[in-house]
């Protein structure tokens, strides 16, 4: 086995640790950006929590409001303006993974002083970026604790991104009770989030992964368990806390040491996500059992069976194809019937206009995958799950 891991982001977990917010940031300067969504944190409270801790520390900020899910590279601009007119020192971002992942792009941008269009076509890895804090209210992408921001160039119709080093949040605030105004919908596509980042490493070719297979698996229970009491019982603070710590260790390059990393969820909903715009988590959940279904094969068989005896408790002297089978009807079960995702690309909105260029965009991303699939491969998908 071998790896290198590093992962500098600090954590304040809890409720109420917002309010170390401001004194937390004040040794990094004197002038923030307050990046944030559309209104729920003013309707939850979040925004005047993190306002007045910023206001007791002296901190002057700027704000960049409205960022959208599945940030586009024209917000990302409009922060980057904001932040060099200003002389903002860092940004703070306020929300989900569209504002984090908007930050931390602003960041980039802003320390290279170029448009982050130009940063994602180049493929420059980050290795400079103002220090961003992250005051996290939906547990889902694991943003808030690894070094990648997802944008979308609309020009392309492509969701890339920036990735690298610098762009590691500075210190991360994770308060569960923020995430109790998550809706329903947005509860369960969050965890199927977790859930596939976990697959997504969980799923590879490497055989001597004991450590973090358990690690994988723990989170994969840790969704199971706990995503349907947060749907059913939003003020569930066990529930939050656990899907809320759960989601940076799906991601954060722990659970890929010494694995090969292939991953071939996220290929096939990106480009999905550039065309239609819909919702990260859910395309990932339809996705998901067709892919499984597609990669089952004799050579792939043993790691469905762990995963069907660890992750769901089936029983391990049953035939191991009977297992695998029962393992991705719980995987079904457990996406669509206990978190209530739709089943299917046509219910989030996709048609049959784009899967061409989707299947084409996801295939250059599988060619190392757990199993390597063609755009024929991706179509075939694409279209039982449509
Ligand atoms: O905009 P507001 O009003 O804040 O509403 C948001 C938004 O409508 C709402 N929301 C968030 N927290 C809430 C809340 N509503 C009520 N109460 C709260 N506490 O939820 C909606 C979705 O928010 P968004 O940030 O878009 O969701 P998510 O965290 O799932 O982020 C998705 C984005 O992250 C990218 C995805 O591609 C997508 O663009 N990803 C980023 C990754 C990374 N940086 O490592 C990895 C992931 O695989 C993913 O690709
Ligand atoms: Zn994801």
Redesign the pocket.
């Known amino acids: 086995m071998r790896f290198n891991f590093h992962v500098p982001t600090a954590v304040h977990f809890g409720i109420g640790v917002v309010k170390d917010l401001g004194k937390t940031v004040a040794p990094y300067g004197k002038k923030a950006l307050l990046v944030?969504?559309?209104?729920?944190?003013k309707r939850?409270g979040v925004y005047d929590d993190v306002t007045a801790s910023l206001k007791e520390a002296g901190i002057e900020w700027f704000e960049l409001p409205g960022?959208e899910?599945?940030?586009k590279w024209n917000t990302v601009d409009k922060g980057w303006k904001i932040c060099k007119e200003n002389g903002v020192d860092y940004v703070i971002a306020a929300?989900?993974?569209?504002?984090?992942?908007c930050s931390k792009a602003i960041a980039a941008a802003t320390a290279y002083d170029s448009s982050v269009l130009d940063l994602m076509r180049s493929h420059t890895p980050i290795l400079k970026a103002l220090p961003v804090f992250v005051v996290l209210?939906?547990a889902?992408?694991?943003?808030e604790m690894?070094g990648?921001?997802?944008i979308t160039d609309t020009i392309n119709m492509e969701?890339g991104g920036v990735f690298g080093p610098a762009l590691n949040p500075t210190v991360s605030f994770l308060d569960p009770s923020?995430?109790y105004?998550?809706?329903k919908h947005?509860t369960a596509?969050?965890t199927a989030?977790i859930f596939a980042?976990t697959i997504e490493n969980y799923f590879d070719t490497a055989k001597d992964t004991y450590f973090v297979d358990g690690v994988a698996e723990s989170i994969l229970r840790t969704c199971v368990k706990y995503g349907p009491i947060a749907v059913e019982d939003p003020t569930n603070e066990e529930a939050r806390a656990n899907l809320m710590w759960a989601s940076p260790w799906a991601?954060n390059g722990l659970i890929g040491c010494g694995r090969n990393e292939g991953w071939s969820l996220?290929p096939i909903q990106?480009p999905i996500?550039a065309w239609y715009d819909n919702t990260?988590?859910d395309g990932l959940a339809i996705i998901m059992p067709h892919w499984m279904r597609r990669v089952l094969n004799e050579d792939t068989l043993f790691k469905f069976v762990q995963y069907g005896v660890n992750v769901f408790g089936i029983d391990p002297a049953l035939d191991p194809h009977e297992i695998a089978e029962k393992a991705i009807a719980c995987t079904e079960d457990f996406l669509f019937n206990k978190l209530g995702i739709p089943r299917t690309l046509s219910e989030i909105g996709v048609d049959d206009k784009h899967l061409d260029e989707i299947a084409e965009s996801a295939a250059r991303g599988l060619a190392r995958g757990f199993v390597p699939l063609t755009k024929e491969d991706v179509l075939e998908i694409l279209k039982k799950a449509l």
């Open positions: 944030y969504g559309g209104s729920s944190i939850n960022v899910p599945n940030p929300g989900g993974g569209s504002c984090v992942d209210t939906l889902a992408t694991g943003s690894d990648g921001a997802v969701k923020y995430t105004t998550v809706p947005q596509a969050g989030d980042h991601i996220h990106h996500g990260h988590g």
